[in-house]
């Protein structure tokens, strides 16, 4: 299946009920069943992602398929192995060549009993959940955050406790304090200092707990309003003071041009002049999952970059620095990544390589076909293949765009 999105407008008015944080329910749907006492968690999020994980954790079979679920492969790893039975865990041909053995061997030294069952160091898993018994363990700080999350979340539950010490740099901290600020929010109490975190043995205390809409699916609309000339969007039940780090964006984008005002239901965005800037230079390191957005929205803008703080973009859904620089070689950008980690551009178009209207391949990326999209207001249309990939995070986001003015229209 392939879209064809196009629009012949550049002023744009709507109102767009953003999808739930699936950041957020995922962690709170861990946190759930860690307490025992339940309560119906309000708003979750309606993405694949967190759809797989509350099957997963809902259903009497002890076999578990998450298909591209990352952050149910690492969150459910992380709790089966406290969780008395036989357990296996599977995905799709992308996930078992995603690395996960920097958590397990985390997990085994804490007398968990976990098994590869196809190639070392990566799923597909067999998980003999048993008691497991804390003490201070060393990680990378630099590898994916989601190792680290699915360690803290189950910490209150092992015996002593966790302290967990970060070395080197660490990556999307953003996302680590996500994790923290939740487990607070149930009862739990840490200690971060420097790099070290320390969660001493304790219960979590069940509460009514309601999602807020998601700031990764907000990026896009912020590009889309860059890319305008004027107009105004209201984002439904987004926080401008929020739990997810992406809510830096909301300063970001002032450079292009996009003012953010918080209001009662939502924060409503505004944009009355073009801003062109020489060269965005940013550092990634805390926000990663945005940085297709803003690579597609320099190159439809123009306006050469150079990205930092990337490396963990090579063990996403796709390696996303190839991506990249495959799909936006089709606008006639050829992007270069000067070290690991780095993606950068001079600003300049090469007629040669430019697609007339580009195909983009979305590597079963959910964040390629969203951040893609929004270029057709460049002034061109701009085809996607695979565009259902979206449902992983943003199932609504067809609709939405047409709500917006987009033509959206079905191509063979």
Not at 99 to 119: F, G, M, R, W
Not at 141 to 149: E, L, T
Not at 151 to 167: M, R, S, V, Y
Request: net charge negative.
């Amino acid at each position: 299946m392939i879209y064809e999105v196009s629009i012949d407008k550049k002023i744009i008015k709507a109102t767009v009920n953003l999808p739930s944080s699936k950041s957020i329910s995922n962690r709170a749907l861990i946190i759930n069943a860690l307490s025992y006492r339940p309560y119906p968690l309000l708003n979750l999020s309606d993405s694949d992602d967190t759809k797989v994980l509350e099957a997963a954790l809902n259903s009497n079979n002890n076999k578990f398929d998450i298909g591209h679920a990352g952050t149910a492969m690492r969150f459910l790893t992380a709790y089966l192995a406290k969780i008395v039975g036989e357990w296996e865990v599977t995905g799709s041909e992308r996930m078992q060549q995603r690395p996960i053995s920097i958590l397990v061997d985390a997990l085994k030294s804490l007398c968990a009993q976990i098994e590869y069952t196809k190639n070392e160091g990566f799923p597909p898993l067999k998980i003999f959940g048993s008691h497991l018994t804390g003490k201070t363990i060393e990680l990378d700080g630099s590898v994916s955050s989601q190792y680290i999350s699915a360690l803290l979340l189950i910490a209150p539950t092992i015996e002593n406790g966790l302290t967990i010490k970060l070395k080197g740099e660490i990556t999307s901290r953003s996302y680590i304090e996500l994790t923290l600020k939740l487990m607070a929010k149930f009862g739990i109490e840490y200690h971060w200092e420097g790099n070290e975190i320390t969660v001493h043995e304790q219960n979590y205390f069940a509460r009514d707990f309601t999602v807020e809409a998601d700031w990764s699916g907000a990026s896009y609309w912020y590009e889309i309003l860059s890319l305008c000339d004027s107009g105004e969007i209201l984002l439904k039940n987004l926080q401008l003071e929020s739990l997810q780090g992406d809510a830096n964006i909301a300063g970001w984008f002032t450079q292009f041009g996009v003012i953010s005002t918080q209001k009662t239901d939502g924060v409503m965005l505004t944009k009355n002049e073009n801003i062109s800037s020489e060269k965005l230079v940013h550092d990634f390191i805390e926000n990663p999952d945005v940085a297709q957005t803003l690579a597609c929205l320099c190159v439809a803008c123009k306006i050469p970059f150079h990205f930092s703080g990337l490396k963990t973009l090579k063990i996403k859904e796709t390696d996303r620095i190839t991506a990249l620089q495959n799909e936006l070689a089709k606008f006639g950008a050829e992007i270069s990544e000067p070290k690991e980690g780095e993606l950068a551009w001079d600003g300049k178009i090469n007629s040669a390589i430019k697609s007339e209207i580009p195909l983009i391949e979305t590597y079963h990326d959910h964040r390629m076909a969203l951040a893609f999209a929004p270029m057709s207001l460049a002034g061109f249309p701009v085809k996607i293949n695979d565009p259902m990939v979206i449902t992983k995070s943003y199932p609504g986001f067809w609709e939405d765009l047409k709500t917006a003015g987009f033509t959206i229209s079905l191509k063979k």
